[in-house]
């Protein structure tokens, strides 16, 4: 690798796919005729280092996750990565970024960290004519706010969750050991896709038909739906957002 070429890093395993999904769509972001026109990027995967973000942000007495997240992010600074992204959403909330904010500072690693939430809302206000956006998240995120601090000071947007018992089907459809995409990502199970039907269907008769997938395993599932509804990708904002820092001249049109 160029010693201060621009690289982009990938701070994996949260989970595993969701990784492998980002790094696929900064490679599809690209304007590319040959294999030395990609950027370089670097991806280190470290699931069992990473607690759930989720179980922390509910039972704060346990293990931060933020501790894995930095241990990935020193390794890939050390690596060359000069702008990294974490393709997790729920690990955005405050009680962990503010944490991996504060160690990036203390230890003066040199580089620039993308936050996935504030580029998916910065390309909502650019690019998202419907005002009203159902937000598809896990019980963290909904919990932390984490999307929420962004757009309820911005009044020209209103946020929807699903009710309750929809936010159950959610859950299940990431997190059941059976058929839940974190257990099963390639292929996704089809109770999965179920259960994201089932929740679409409803909101969509509400009136309701443009979506944030909040969870970077939701589009794995999401994208296999024979709906008419309008799907936001937050990985794949991510991934053109960390194009247009490293190398603007080839984001693809």
Avoid at 134 to 142: F, K, S
Wanted: glycine letters at 6%.
């Amino acid at each position: 690798m160029t010693k201060n070429k621009p690289a982009i890093g990938i701070v994996g395993g949260l989970g595993p796919y969701a990784g492998l999904d980002l790094e696929r769509k900064v490679f599809d972001s690209v304007e590319a005729n040959s294999d030395q026109d990609y950027p370089d990027v670097i991806m280190i995967s470290y699931s069992r280092l990473i607690t759930d973000r989720t179980y922390y942000i509910m039972h704060p007495e346990t293990d931060n996750p933020c501790t894995g997240i930095e241990y990935v992010i020193q390794k890939l600074a050390d690596a060359g990565a000069t702008h990294i992204a974490i393709p997790c959403n729920t690990a955005h909330s405050p009680i962990i970024m503010n944490q991996v904010k504060k160690f990036i500072e203390i230890n003066n690693i040199d580089i620039t960290l993308f936050n996935i939430v504030e580029e998916t809302y910065k390309w909502v206000k650019e690019n998202c004519k419907n005002k009203n956006l159902v937000l598809y998240a896990t019980q963290g995120t909904y919990y932390s706010g984490v999307y929420r601090n962004f757009f309820d000071d911005d009044k020209s947007f209103k946020l929807v969750e699903p009710e309750d018992e929809d936010k159950k089907l959610i859950w299940e459809a990431i997190y059941n050991r059976k058929f839940g995409i974190k257990a099963y990502s390639n292929p996704v199970k089809d109770q999965a896709i179920e259960n994201f039907k089932i929740v679409t269907e409803k909101m969509l008769a509400k009136g309701y038909d443009t979506y944030i997938m909040g969870c970077t395993e939701i589009p794995l599932a999401m994208g296999r739906l024979q709906l008419p509804v309008k799907l936001i990708d937050p990985a794949k904002i991510l991934a053109q957002a960390l194009i247009k820092a490293v190398c603007p001249e080839k984001l693809r049109k």
